[in-house]
């Protein structure tokens, strides 16, 4: 490139007489020309989107830990970068794509729970049963308290003032099987690894708040909500003296129902995340039947006999029932949170559908089938469980990303895409990637278990092309930095600017 050129082809510079002249002009030269060298040089330097990614996982936080990483764009299937891609890494509850998207492909995004409630016997005319009733499930795993008193007003509505037999619950729409293949048997206490039944409340959880004793050295004061024959409580804290740190562990006893409440609490403690637990509750249908019978007679239906579990009778006659959100509405309640008991039992519910009981191993094998005929590689994945809980997942980048273009590809994939956490706005996202380009604009599911950190989903660049993504990390000792890595790169590919 010529720095100058004259309009005029016959005049020429003179020939330069001296040295002096000499460095002038090529001084002159050097100082017209190198903006336009500089600009050239810029372009010619800029980092490309895979140097910028190596440059971030070369993090020496991240040593001793690997990657898998795999970006697309969802313009023209372009792999704009790739890391171990296809090595299988452990998801954690980025697992939770995988059966969002098998339910969504097998039942819908209008399917829903029904709860039932059934009579068998006959009803005289002044309203007395005689036979027992049956709350029904068929795996709902956000039937709360207050839809059991929807239907025991339900009951009342439809004639039944006295129930002459019992109360059972029904949890036989899934398998016995409570806890998931792979899931470590000290988590089974607590909430986020909640036993999974046809018949479910409240998350199969109660909570437990513990207060001092009225003097130091007093046992503790421990209430139960709701107040359940179904757990036992086991009190070895004592109050301590004021101002003393507290030592206060609430659990419960593995495969039994006995929550343990052991320790010190200070008599000046207050309140906090320290003395108020969920506990899980070992039967489900069981727990349930109960808390149906409280709300029974609360709405004036007497009943003379007890609670239990059982399966309804054939013939028996429906009186009540109360109908989930929609399986669209459900995804965003599985997948903002991060809700392992709602991820479960949709995967036991795609066995349910098709054979009429649910269980983890038909679950796995019909997820598999509708996952391969999105275009997910065999040997891509492997579904131990449905929520990612279980060491046994296994999955690929690459495969994830095929899931999310497929799922960005359907028609009803807007329900899969709006459950998702939004990166500074909600869900298990809502305090990350703040004040970045990346905050509103990212949509991503986390997974995080111990050495285990993940982050898949979507984002649009400065351009407005929307790319999808999965990074999944294993073996790092601090899961902290590999989340700087994932929001770092979520950043970058959200500010950048190439075609």
């Not at 495969?255 to 403690?269: F, K, M, P």
């Not at 669209?328 to 392992?340: G, T």
Request: proline residues 5%; positive net charge.
């Amino acid at each position: 490139m010529k720095p100058f050129s004259s309009t005029n082809s016959s005049v020429r510079p003179k020939p330069l007489q001296s040295a002096a002249w000499r460095a002038a002009w090529i001084l002159l030269l050097c100082l017209t020309a190198s903006p336009l060298f500089a600009r050239e040089g810029a372009r010619e330097r800029q980092a490309t989107l895979s140097e910028h990614c190596e440059r971030i996982l070369s993090d020496p936080g991240l040593k001793g830990g690997f990657q898998g990483v795999s970006i697309v764009s969802l313009r023209d299937g372009r792999t704009l970068y790739a890391h171990n891609e296809d090595t299988l890494f452990l998801p954690a509850s980025s697992q939770k794509l995988i059966t969002s998207a098998a339910a969504l492909d097998a039942l819908g995004p209008d399917w829903r729970y029904v709860t039932r409630v059934l009579r068998a016997g006959t009803v005289d005319p002044d309203g007395t049963l005689q036979g027992d009733l049956y709350l029904q499930g068929s795996g709902d795993p956000l039937l709360e308290t207050a839809d059991l008193d929807a239907l025991a007003q339900a009951v009342k509505r439809a004639g039944i003032r006295r129930v002459r037999g019992w109360v059972f619950g029904d949890g036989s729409r899934f398998d016995r099987q409570r806890y998931g293949p792979g899931w470590e048997w000290d988590d089974m206490p607590f909430y986020y690894a909640a036993p999974v039944s046809g018949l479910n409340l409240n998350k199969n959880l109660v909570r437990v708040e513990v207060k001092p004793g009225m003097r130091v050295g007093d046992p503790v004061q421990v209430v139960v909500e709701p107040e359940t024959m179904r757990v036992l409580v086991s009190v070895r804290a004592r109050t301590g003296e004021k101002g003393t740190s507290s030592t206060l562990t609430i659990g419960r006893e593995t495969g039994r129902s006995v929550i343990t409440v052991e320790g010190t609490l200070a008599i000046d403690a207050q309140p906090g995340a320290q003395t108020s637990q969920a506990v899980t509750v070992e039967e489900p249908a069981l727990y349930a039947a109960e808390l149906f019978h409280q709300r029974l007679k609360a709405a004036g239906v007497a009943v003379e006999g007890l609670s239990g579990e059982g399966v309804t009778p054939v013939g028996a006659a429906e009186i009540a029932r109360h109908e989930s959100l929609p399986l669209s509405a459900l995804l965003a309640r599985l997948n903002k949170p991060s809700d392992n008991l709602v991820a479960e039992c949709l995967l036991k519910t795609l066995a349910a559908e098709r054979t009429g009981q649910g269980s983890w191993s038909n679950g796995r094998r019909l997820a598999t089938e509708r996952l391969i005929g999105m275009g997910l590689p065999s040997d891509g994945f492997r579904i131990a469980d449905g929520s990612g809980l279980s060491r046994h997942n296994y999955l690929s980048a690459r495969s994830m990303t095929r899931l999310l273009e497929a799922m960005y590809r359907r028609p009803d994939g807007k329900a899969f895409i709006d459950s998702l956490p939004i990166a500074g706005v909600d869900g298990t996202l809502r305090n990350r990637m703040r004040e970045t380009p990346a905050a509103g604009n990212c949509r991503a599911k986390t997974g995080t278990m111990s050495s285990v950190s993940s982050l898949c989903g979507y984002v649009v660049t400065k351009r407005g092309e929307t790319l999808a993504f999965a990074i999944l990390m294993n073996n790092h000792p601090s899961n902290e930095q590999a989340r700087i890595a994932q929001d770092r790169i979520a950043a970058l590919l959200a500010e950048w600017d190439e075609k």
